[in-house]
């Protein structure tokens, strides 16, 4: 199964927001409220920045925002700060194989 | 604090063999499903596999099914993954990751990753 659809890159300048989007199918993101999104600094492991769409977990700051619209899921970084220079991917539950990512979207603070 | 500790990555000749294990700590490891993500160098993350929290039930990706299996000992506080018949294209960074659903949730997301264990597959 094919990875979900995220932007290679995004940019912005500081104190600036940005969306990165990832679109799947009825049979992924559409079809169930089990998007996530992380955050992954190189040579880092990842970390979970929302949880179900729109859930942030303790200890995220509230400049991170998730929501979803048909097949495609949205993270919104407000305010956007120079530590936020990353790789960000999203995951869903699918009906095929359990789950699935998307192929990333490194951000930069120009 | 909940800490996932990956071990077993080597280099291995294409077509053998490799044990992975994670040993997992700071939460109730027989409460949540537990995930294996690989990330070759230089690329995304993908979804390997995953075990239900009493391993009645299993799921693997397309690339790997059929070669790899998933496995875990809750006595143990353990994950495990068999990996057969490796071919170049499984080297990666293997990461353990915690299921962020509780009990029977099965594919909810990934909440807490271990630091990842290399495999490379090499003659």
């Known amino acids: 199964q094919s990875a979900l659809t995220q932007p290679a890159s995004v940019s912005g300048s500081p104190g600036q927001s940005i969306t990165i989007s990832c679109t799947g199918s009825?049979?992924?993101?559409?079809?169930?409220?089990?998007v996530s999104w992380y955050q992954q600094y190189p040579g880092k492991a990842p970390k979970l920045i929302i949880s179900?769409?729109?859930n942030r977990p303790s200890g995220i700051s509230n400049r991170f925002s998730g929501s979803k619209s048909g097949n495609t899921a949205s993270l919104t970084i407000s305010g956007l700060q120079t530590e936020d220079e990353a790789d960000y991917y999203c995951?869903?539950?699918?009906?095929?194989?359990?789950?699935?990512f998307g192929g990333g979207t490194k951000v930069t603070v120009l | 604090e909940v800490q996932l500790v990956e071990s077993g990555g080597v280099v291995v000749q294409p077509g053998g063999s490799l044990r992975l294990s994670c040993a997992a700590s700071?939460?109730?490891?027989?409460?949540?499903?537990m995930h294996w993500v690989r990330q070759a160098p230089g690329k995304g993350l993908e979804w390997v596999s995953v075990?239900?929290?009493?391993?009645?039930?299993?799921y693997y990706a397309d690339s790997v099914k059929g070669r790899f299996t998933i496995s875990r000992d809750n006595s143990k506080n353990s994950l495990y993954l068999q990996m057969n018949s490796l071919r170049a294209e499984d080297t990666a960074l293997y990461y353990c990751?915690?299921?962020?659903?509780?009990?029977?949730?099965?594919?909810?997301?990934?909440?807490?990753w271990g630091q990842g264990t290399l495999v490379t597959v090499s003659s």
């Open positions: 990751g915690k299921e962020s659903g509780y009990g029977n949730y099965i594919s909810r997301g990934i909440d807490f």
């Open positions: 700071g939460f109730t490891f027989d409460d949540y499903a």
């Open positions: 075990i239900s929290w009493e391993a009645g039930s299993t």
């Open positions: 009825s049979s992924d993101v559409g079809g169930y409220g089990y």
């Open positions: 179900d769409v729109t």
């Open positions: 995951s869903s539950y699918t009906s095929r194989t359990n789950l699935l």
